[in-house]
């Protein structure tokens, strides 16, 4: 059985350290999803799933901008992530990310929220993915370094995802 994600009730999240004193919290607008399985239990579950790069929003247009830019996703090039999924054991997802035409695999803590009936019908299911990568096996390297020595952006990139699947006939 397939399950799609419900857009409108999910995020897909990153959070990545600015010169090592704060955090920016970025999400993806264009996304998809799709989980295929067996039963409810989505144990050996497969998971592909897709982002637009040039859809990224961290709620600051001229920083969303240089995200864009070929220092970092270089949209135009390549203009969209994907992950799919090796493996899923019900709290370890594997799969390999694909980012700026570099694919490498990840692990992805995946808590199962539950299934339920909303009250039209269908039947959801929600999860709390999280994880981290390194940008810079993933090509993107820009790092400029202040003039007291501090990184400006963190190597480390937190992956926060709040997903939510519908059933599908």
């Known amino acids: 059985m397939d399950w799609k994600i419900d ?6 999240a990153f959070k990545v350290k600015h010169m090592m004193i704060s955090t ?13 399985t067996n ?10 799933f897709n982002a637009k790069t040039d859809s990224i929003n961290t709620k ?4 969303d901008e240089h995200l864009k830019s070929e220092d970092f996703f270089n949209s135009a090039a390549f203009p ?12 370890l997802l594997v799969g390999d990310l694909t980012l ?3 694919t490498k695999e990840v692990e992805l803590n995946a808590d199962l929220n539950g299934v339920a009936v909303d009250p039209y019908g269908q039947t959801k299911a929600g999860f709390e993915i999280t994880g981290e990568i390194s940008r810079k096996e993933f090509d993107l390297t820009w790092s400029p370094v202040t003039e007291a020595g ?8 937190k992956l926060v995802i709040d997903a939510q699947f519908i059933k599908q006939a």
């Open 80 to 91: 969209e992530m994907k992950f799919v999924s090796k493996s899923f054991d019900g709290q």
């Open 100 to 102: 700026r035409g570099v």
């Open 24 to 36: 920016v919290t970025g999400h993806f607008e264009n996304f998809d999803a799709i989980i295929t």
């Open 7 to 12: 857009n409108a009730h999910s995020e897909i």
């Open 150 to 157: 501090s990184i400006v952006v963190s190597d480390k990139v």
């Open 60 to 63: 600051n247009k001229d920083r």
């Open 39 to 48: 039963d409810e239990t989505f144990n050996n579950a497969t998971v592909a």
